[in-house]
């Protein structure tokens, strides 16, 4: 229960810090961090239960996606605000790292393996970002129509 604690305050505290860094509007931090937090917190429960990290990837950044729209819908503000500092806690940093001090240790087949997980974590989220808003389209046009 503390581990799980510990993920929920520090991904929180990672996606409201880079809302202050991206100049995110003060109403709206608390909610960018809640977006974050909670796509980060599927992600960690997935990969918990076993799930490769590349499709927990993209649950994680289709969830936050989804409630980066619905938060721009209730407070009326761009869907970036939320979407970007929602995304931080995804971003494979650690892994672009350990793949570059492989690099310089020259340990290239680690490097590149690595390397090949930062290229498939950031397509997944890109791919998940991407579904939830074709998703989203198509529930516009096909429940929503204007008649």
């Given at each position: ?28 931090i ?57 995304i ?57 129509r204007?008649?």
């Open positions: 229960m503390l581990m799980i604690s510990a993920q929920l305050v520090t991904s929180f505290i990672a996606s409201a810090g880079f809302g202050i860094i991206f100049n995110v509007p003060k109403r709206s608390i909610q960018s961090g809640l977006v974050g937090m909670l796509g980060w917190i599927c992600y960690y429960s997935l990969t918990t239960y076993g799930l490769d990290v590349v499709p927990a990837t993209i649950f994680g950044a289709v969830l936050v996606s989804i409630l980066s729209y619905t938060c721009a819908k209730i407070y009326k503000t761009p869907i970036i605000i939320f979407t970007v500092s929602g931080i806690p995804l971003v494979p940093g650690g892994v672009a790292y350990r793949a570059m001090r492989q690099f310089v240790e020259n340990n290239y087949d680690l490097a590149i393996q690595l390397s090949a997980q930062v290229m498939l974590l950031a397509g997944g989220i890109a791919i998940g970002l991407m579904f939830s808003e074709v998703v989203n389209q198509i529930v516009k046009k096909v429940f929503i204007k008649d």
